[in-house]
């Protein structure tokens, strides 16, 4: 069986935010690490050092400023893990008919102060940012594990079905998977019942028969309605990708659409509302 091992990494820190300061695929992530850190670009637009430096100098102060409080964090998600992470990756690989192979590594959790919760083939980033701010229980801890490994699952799947779609698709069908697997009544004795996801996926809805449906809604019906005919998941993820493919050319205009505005969808009505306008789901 499989584990999620906790590991403190500076340096893989640093890197984070270096990646995401200078990501093309998510630009947007850069002002969401300037609204979290808004000292951080003030000391990156002095440009008085290179910009590793610059990150390194800042981590180092903050995390030293906030050094119990953050130790108080990290003490209470290892006891999380501790409890329930094999449980939780148990149900997690039962609801993906996946078996882990002999060479498959175990799963680790980074804690950092980095706004968001990213991924890196089997090491997964914890944002404590909140942290900062007074938080010290993170009782998501679990949640947000199980959807961050689902994604590696799911890349190992498609990689052994040699299935390649666009990274557009990928984003979107992943983040559409992640919250519908955490949100299974399989993981009621250790989770709270809640939708874990990201805004720009959860908030896109489809039409179709003339009726408006959070895109969510209708996988994670579909979901639990191929489960109970005894359906595995590679028959659901199967039917998912079929009917994303008919739409991909929407699911690219939601992207660009939130690479332009961000987080301002969820701060603007209009903008959200905009968003929200629903694809047209073909005639299957």
């Not at 992943?174 to 004795?189: C, H, S, T, W």
């Not at 489960?227 to 590679?234: A, I, L, P, T, V």
């Given at each position: 069986?499989?584990?999620?091992?906790?590991?403190?990494?500076?340096?893989a820190?640093?890197?984070?935010?270096?990646?995401f300061?200078?990501?093309k695929e998510?630009?947007?992530?850069?002002n969401?690490?300037f609204?979290s850190?808004?000292?951080?670009k003030?000391?990156?637009d002095?440009?008085?050092?290179?910009?590793?430096?610059?990150?390194?100098?800042?981590?180092?102060?903050?995390?030293?400023?906030?050094?119990?409080?953050?130790q108080?964090?990290?003490?209470?998600?290892?006891?999380?893990?501790?409890?329930h992470?094999?449980?939780?990756?148990?149900?997690?690989?039962?609801?993906?008919?996946y078996?882990?192979?002999?060479?498959d590594?175990?799963?680790?959790?980074i804690?950092?102060i980095?706004?968001?919760?990213p991924?890196?083939?089997n090491?997964?980033f914890?944002s404590?940012?909140?942290?900062?701010?007074?938080k010290?229980?993170?009782?998501?801890?679990?949640?947000v594990?199980?959807?961050e490994?689902s994604?590696?699952?799911l890349?190992?799947?498609?990689?052994?079905?040699?299935?390649?779609?666009?990274q557009?698709l990928?984003?979107?069908v992943?983040?559409?998977?992640?919250?519908?697997?955490?949100?299974?009544?399989?993981?009621?004795?250790i989770l709270?019942?809640e939708?874990?996801?990201?805004?720009?996926?959860?908030?896109?809805?489809?039409?179709?028969?003339?009726?408006?449906?959070?895109?969510?809604?209708y996988?994670?019906?579909?979901?639990i309605?191929?489960?109970?005919?005894?359906?595995?998941?590679?028959f659901?993820?199967?039917?998912m990708?079929f009917?994303?493919?008919?739409?991909?050319?929407?699911?690219?205009?939601?992207?660009?659409f939130d690479?332009?505005?961000g987080?301002?969808?969820m701060?603007n009505?209009e903008?959200?509302?905009?968003?929200?306008?629903p694809?047209?789901?073909?005639?299957?």
């Open positions: 069986m499989k584990k999620i091992i906790l590991k403190e990494d500076f340096d820190e640093v890197q984070i935010f270096l990646d300061l200078n990501s998510y630009p947007q992530h850069k969401i690490i609204f850190f808004p000292e951080l003030k000391m990156r002095l440009r008085t050092e290179n910009e590793k430096s610059t990150v390194e100098k800042f981590l180092k102060t903050v995390l030293e400023e906030n050094r119990i409080k953050i108080e964090s990290i003490i209470f998600i290892k006891n999380e893990i501790a409890k992470g094999e449980k939780m990756l148990e149900i997690l690989a039962n609801l993906m008919n078996n882990w192979k002999p060479q590594n175990n799963y680790f959790l804690p950092t980095f706004p968001l919760s991924f890196k083939k090491t997964f914890y404590i940012y909140k942290t900062l701010k007074g010290t229980e993170y009782s998501r801890v679990l949640a594990s199980a959807h490994i994604h590696m699952i890349i190992d799947i498609l990689k052994d079905r040699n299935i390649k779609i666009s557009e990928f984003y979107f992943k983040e559409l998977i992640a919250p519908i697997l955490v949100y299974q009544d399989d993981f009621n004795n709270k019942k939708i874990v996801g990201n805004y720009n996926v959860l908030e896109i809805y489809f039409e179709k028969d003339e009726k408006t449906i959070r895109a969510f809604d996988f994670n019906d579909m979901f309605k191929n489960r109970s005919e005894g359906k595995n998941f590679n659901f993820l199967d039917e990708i009917i994303c493919k008919k739409i991909e050319s929407e699911i690219k205009e939601k992207k660009n690479n332009k505005y987080i301002q969808i701060e009505l903008i959200l509302k905009k968003f929200r306008e694809i047209k789901l073909q005639v299957l």
